[in-house]
């Protein structure tokens, strides 16, 4: 095990104990780390522009701990690009709902998304809804914070049904021979 391997473990058994702080402790806590999280991403951002495409690459390969740190704070990587990405995998889902999502913005680990159709309409599903979407970002975008959702003013609609066909009358041709007649 590595140096950086103990200290990944040390900060877990960390993480562990704030749990048990009562919830006042906690939360203050949180946003402490919270704070020393955006000037870190921030920093590592303009370390990143810095850098260049090949310098961030070259850093990367070179040392597991850089490459984990980029990874974590998405350094390089065009957030909104892969935040449309993740979603790929879910859009299906909503739109078997009658709903769909948007990016709109992605920046320092938040994407700012709405949801239209069904998904903003209904609270039962919408609720599921979200989860499903910030599931997918937190799987599928590198350094994902938080979800911030902007609704859609459009009125909600229902899944979509089967496609249905309008029956006509059959006639039956005069003296038995060409097209059918429509009345």
């Known amino acids: 095990m590595s140096a950086f391997d103990?200290?990944?473990?040390?900060?877990e058994r960390r993480l562990a104990e704030v749990q048990e702080l009562d919830p006042a402790?906690?939360?203050?806590?949180?946003?402490?780390?919270?704070?020393?999280?955006?000037?870190h991403r921030h920093a590592l951002e303009r370390l990143g522009a810095l850098l260049g495409p090949?310098?961030?690459e070259r850093l990367r390969a070179g040392d597991p701990a850089v490459a984990w740190l980029f990874e974590a704070y998405a350094v390089g990587v065009d957030e909104r690009a892969a935040a449309e990405a993740a979603l790929?995998?879910?859009?299906?889902?909503?739109?078997?709902?009658?709903?769909?999502?948007?990016?709109?913005?992605?920046?320092?680990?938040?994407v700012r998304v709405r949801l239209s159709g069904a998904c903003s309409g209904c609270t039962a599903s919408t609720v599921t809804l979200r989860r499903g979407v910030e599931e997918a970002l937190r799987e599928g975008l590198p350094g994902f914070a938080a979800?911030?959702?902007?609704?859609d003013l459009a009125p909600a609609h229902p899944p979509p049904?089967?496609?249905?066909?309008?029956?006509?009358?059959?006639?039956?041709?005069?003296?038995?021979?060409?097209?059918?007649?429509?009345p």
């Open 54 to 56: 090949e310098g961030r």
């Open 161 to 182: 049904g089967p496609t249905l066909l309008q029956i006509e009358s059959y006639v039956p041709p005069a003296g038995g021979s060409g097209p059918p007649r429509v």
């Open 6 to 11: 103990d200290l990944l473990d040390d900060l």
């Open 25 to 39: 402790a906690r939360a203050s806590v949180f946003s402490m780390l919270d704070g020393v999280d955006a000037l």
């Open 147 to 151: 979800m911030e959702v902007e609704e």
């Open 88 to 110: 790929e995998a879910v859009r299906p889902y909503l739109h078997s709902h009658g709903g769909d999502v948007a990016v709109v913005d992605a920046h320092g680990g938040v």
